[in-house]
């Protein structure tokens, strides 16, 4: 029997996808304004952290809503989050000339680079091991175990983006809010769940 709604992964990859098509026609044609590296170094770590977080309601809305879709659509969410973390790395490392004792020098004394690389390196290998065969080869348990590092990469994203800003803070605690709003309702659907089975 067919899933329903077919369209809904293709539509997720193809409207993930468009806002890295924009930035890339914007640096084109040079409409980033004065410092364009600076520009879309923010709106690529701000997809990814959008896309994180949006991973993360998935299971919410199906403890609060009853939605059921969400979850069909988690792993490409997850997916376009990694995309966006690497494609903002690697625009960083191409500012700094792609010089790797550039970025361990930035790792050491600058902390918002230290938790961007840290969240980038734990995203590794939950993108590596998204896939059905790795599920099967470590088990179901042991893999929703490993992916649960998905709140850490989230949380640091968050905490990356706030040590960034150097004024106005607004924004970054607004996603950190959510990302605890989130993480908070898992939490209690946990707790329950394991009364209930008590």
Same mark, same amino acid.
């Given at each position: 029997?067919? &899933?329903?709604?077919? %369209? =809904?992964?293709?539509?997720? %990859?193809?409207?993930?996808?468009?806002?890295?098509?924009?930035?890339?026609?914007?640096?084109? !044609?040079?409409? +980033?304004?004065?410092?364009?590296?600076?520009? /879309? @170094?923010?709106?690529?770590?701000?997809?990814? $952290?959008?896309?994180?977080?949006?991973?993360?309601?998935?299971?919410?809305? &199906?403890? =609060? $809503?009853?939605?059921?879709?969400?979850?069909?659509?988690?792993?490409?969410?997850?997916? $376009?989050?990694?995309?966006?973390?690497? @494609?903002?790395? +690697?625009?960083?490392?191409?500012?700094?000339?792609?010089?790797?004792?550039?970025?361990?020098?930035?790792?050491?004394?600058?902390?918002?680079?230290?938790?961007?690389? @840290?969240? *980038?390196?734990?995203?590794?290998?939950?993108?590596?091991?998204?896939?059905?065969? *790795?599920?099967?080869?470590?088990?179901?348990?042991?893999?929703?175990?490993?992916?649960? $590092?998905?709140?850490?990469?989230?949380?640091?994203?968050?905490?990356?983006?706030?040590?960034?800003?150097?004024?106005?803070?607004?924004?970054?605690?607004?996603? +950190?809010?959510?990302?605890?709003?989130?993480?908070?309702?898992? /939490?209690?659907?946990?707790?329950?769940?394991?009364? !209930?089975?008590?």
């Amino acid at each position: 029997m067919a &899933k329903p709604t077919p %369209w =809904l992964v293709p539509a997720v %990859w193809t409207g993930g996808a468009m806002p890295a098509f924009a930035l890339a026609v914007q640096l084109g !044609q040079d409409a +980033l304004g004065a410092n364009p590296v600076s520009t /879309a @170094l923010n709106r690529l770590g701000l997809l990814a $952290l959008i896309f994180l977080t949006l991973t993360l309601a998935c299971t919410p809305a &199906k403890t =609060l $809503l009853g939605w059921v879709w969400p979850q069909r659509i988690k792993r490409q969410l997850g997916l $376009l989050g990694f995309g966006y973390v690497c @494609l903002h790395l +690697l625009m960083y490392l191409g500012d700094q000339g792609f010089s790797l004792g550039t970025m361990l020098d930035d790792v050491a004394k600058r902390p918002f680079i230290t938790v961007g690389v @840290l969240a *980038w390196a734990l995203l590794v290998p939950l993108a590596v091991t998204s896939t059905d065969a *790795w599920v099967k080869r470590l088990t179901f348990v042991q893999w929703k175990q490993l992916h649960r $590092l998905s709140y850490v990469c989230t949380v640091l994203g968050g905490i990356h983006f706030f040590l960034r800003v150097k004024k106005d803070v607004t924004e970054p605690v607004l996603y +950190l809010a959510a990302v605890g709003a989130l993480l908070a309702v898992r /939490a209690v659907a946990y707790v329950r769940k394991r009364r !209930q089975a008590a």
